[in-house]
C-alpha cells in the first residue's frame, strides 16, 4: 500500500522519511522547516473548516463598511441579546439588524427557551441572515466574582458545573461569606438568585450554540476575555477562533474592558494597555453602559464578512 503523503514526507527525502519516523535524526535547518509547513497546514486547515460560504452580494465590498455600506452590500444580521443598549443595531444603520431578547428589541423572545431556536430557524428560512452576533449574559461565566479556588460565585472553574448549596455557603466572598457568618435569613434565597442566574448562563450559552450549528452561517459571539463561556462553549461542541480586542483602543467613551470574540473567521482587532475612561464618570445607567460595545469595534468586526 502506498503511505498517505504528509507534510513530513513531502519534506523529508526518501531514506529520511524511512529512518527518522522520532525527527531525531534531520538536520536542524530541515526540522525546521518541517514545523513550519505542519504548523502551516495546520492553521490553514483551520481556517479551511470554520470559514463559511459568505453572501454573494458581499463578496465584491466586505470590508467597505469603514466607509459606509451601499445599498448593494446591505447584510441582514441576527443580533441576539441586543435588547439593552442596542448597540449593533445603533452601530449598522446601513444593515438590516434584526435584534432578538427579552428587553427593547425587534423581537421579544426568551432566549434561555431551546423551543425558540425553531422560530428563529424558520426566520432564517424565509428570509436568509448573513451573520449572527450574540452577547449572552456574562455574570455566571465572568471573574467578577472570582472566589479562592478558582472559578466563581456561580461555577466551578475546572467542571463548570453550578455551585451547590453547600459549597456555595464556604466560598470565600464578602456578600456570600457575611451572610453565612450571621446566619442570615436570606441566604438562601440569596443562593437561589446565584443559582438562577448560573442556569440562565447555561441556558443561553446552549442556545447560541446549537443556534449557530443549525443556520450554518458566520457568528461572531461576545464575552468577556476570561470568560469561562469560551470553555463552555467549546465543550457544547462548537468549534472557532477566539479573536481579542480592548474597548479603549476604539473610543474614549469607553473602560479598557479586554473582550474576547468567538467567530468563524479570524479577525486583527485593536488592543490597548489603559483607558482615558472610567466607569465612575457614567451618570446614567451603570448596568447598561458596561454591556455597550464601541460602534466602530461593531464596524470592524462586520468588515471580515
Known amino acids: 500500500m502506498k ?25 536542524k535547518q530541515r526540522r525546521l522547516k518541517i514545523k513550519q ?3 502551516s497546514a495546520a492553521l490553514n486547515a483551520t481556517r479551511a473548516n470554520l470559514n463559511r460560504q459568505q453572501p454573494a452580494r458581499w463578496k465584491n465590498g466586505a470590508r467597505n463598511l469603514r466607509n459606509g455600506a451601499t445599498k448593494g452590500n446591505e447584510m441582514r444580521i441576527l443580533a441576539l441579546f441586543d435588547d439593552g443598549n442596542g448597540s449593533v443595531k445603533k452601530a449598522l444603520p446601513e444593515h438590516d439588524v434584526v435584534s432578538v431578547g427579552i428587553g427593547n428589541a425587534d423581537i421579544v423572545m426568551d432566549l434561555a427557551d431551546m423551543k425558540n431556536i425553531k422560530k428563529l430557524v424558520d426566520m432564517h428560512k424565509t428570509e436568509p441572515f448573513d451573520l449572527l452576533m450574540a452577547s449572552p449574559p456574562c455574570e455566571s461565566w465572568s471573574f467578577a466574582t472570582a472566589t479562592r479556588g478558582g472559578g466563581n460565585a456561580y461555577r466551578d472553574k475546572e467542571t463548570l458545573q453550578l455551585r451547590t448549596f453547600e459549597n456555595w455557603k464556604t466560598l470565600n466572598y464578602p456578600s456570600i461569606s457575611k451572610l453565612v457568618k450571621r446566619n442570615a435569613p436570606e441566604v438562601n434565597e440569596a443562593y437561589s438568585r446565584y443559582l438562577r442566574g448560573g442556569v440562565n448562563g447555561d441556558l443561553t450559552a446552549l442556545f ?14 461576545e464575552n468577556p476575555q476570561a470568560s469561562m463561556l469560551f470553555e463552555r462553549m467549546k465543550r457544547n461542541g462548537l468549534n472557532f477562533i477566539k479573536n481579542k480586542a480592548c474597548y479603549s483602543a476604539y473610543s474614549d467613551d469607553f473602560p479598557l474592558k479586554r473582550t474576547g470574540f468567538a467567530s468563524s473567521v479570524l479577525m486583527n482587532l485593536k488592543n490597548a494597555n489603559k483607558a482615558a475612561f472610567r466607569m465612575k464618570q457614567v451618570k446614567s445607567n451603570r448596568k447598561i453602559h458596561r454591556s455597550a460595545i464601541p460602534a466602530d469595534l461593531i464596524r470592524e468586526i462586520v468588515s471580515h464578512f
Open 37 to 39: 509547513a505542519t504548523t
Open 3 to 27: 503511505p498517505a503523503t504528509t507534510a513530513y514526507t513531502q519534506i523529508l527525502k526518501p531514506k529520511q522519511t524511512a529512518r527518522c519516523a522520532d525527527l531525531q535524526d534531520v538536520p
Open 208 to 221: 447560541v450554540c446549537e443556534l449557530v450549528k443549525v443556520l450554518e452561517i458566520p457568528f461572531v459571539i
